[in-house]
């Protein structure tokens, strides 16, 4: 008889502990379900940091571009090469025919990227067109034989529009430079005035 409750109470310790593991089981389960969510978690937001931080190296890429084609068209206005002190002559490749002087050759058409200010309607800046390749917009090195800019998806270009001020009549220039990151859909807009 001792025997029989013997093997009884082994069954019953037997069968406790399979339920015990049953549950351990479940909690684990759990656990690794909770773990595997954080961890996910995790994940999105490093990658969404990392999307962040790489559109905003991106912006920073086009607003130095942008910057560049600033002092490009500043040099363009002072007849001056790219290194600022080297004066540009009408032999020489890429420079204008002549200096520019008050507001000749400026036109509505904004060729050779010299547009008429204060003219009514939409600034020249505002059209998407001039932007492109087929505007009139000068390319970032075009008039002062500046090397192209590495990484940009695009060369900066930019603008010169020509206002009479003051009694004096003098020519003041407002200069806007679009310059583009590494990717074709980002861009820097840049405006700047120039009194020689």
């Not at 490749?93 to 003219?119: H, K, M, P, S, V």
Request: hydrophobic share 40%.
């Amino acid at each position: 008889m001792t025997d029989y409750l013997a093997s009884k109470g082994s069954r019953k310790s037997f069968f406790a502990s399979t339920k015990e593991r049953g549950i351990s089981l479940v909690l684990v389960m759990i656990f690794l379900v909770i773990l595997s969510g954080l961890g996910i978690t995790a994940m999105q937001s490093s990658t969404f940091s990392a999307r962040i931080a790489r559109n905003e190296s991106d912006r920073n890429i086009a607003f130095q571009a942008a910057e560049a084609a600033l002092r490009d068209a500043e040099n363009d206005i002072a007849y001056k090469r790219f290194d600022h002190t080297t004066p540009c002559s009408s032999s020489t490749a890429g420079c204008r025919a002549q200096a520019i002087e008050g507001l000749l050759n400026f036109d509505l058409a904004c060729t050779n990227g010299l547009c008429a200010g204060g003219a009514s309607g939409t600034p020249p800046w505002e059209t998407a067109a001039i932007w492109g390749t087929s505007g009139n917009s000068v390319v970032y090195g075009a008039r002062t034989g500046a090397t192209a800019l590495p990484v940009v998806f695009s060369q900066p270009r930019y603008l010169i529009e020509g206002y009479i001020v003051g009694l004096e009549k003098n020519a003041v220039y407002r200069v806007t430079a679009v310059g583009f990151g590494a990717n074709s859909s980002t861009q820097v807009m840049l405006q700047t005035s120039v009194k020689p």
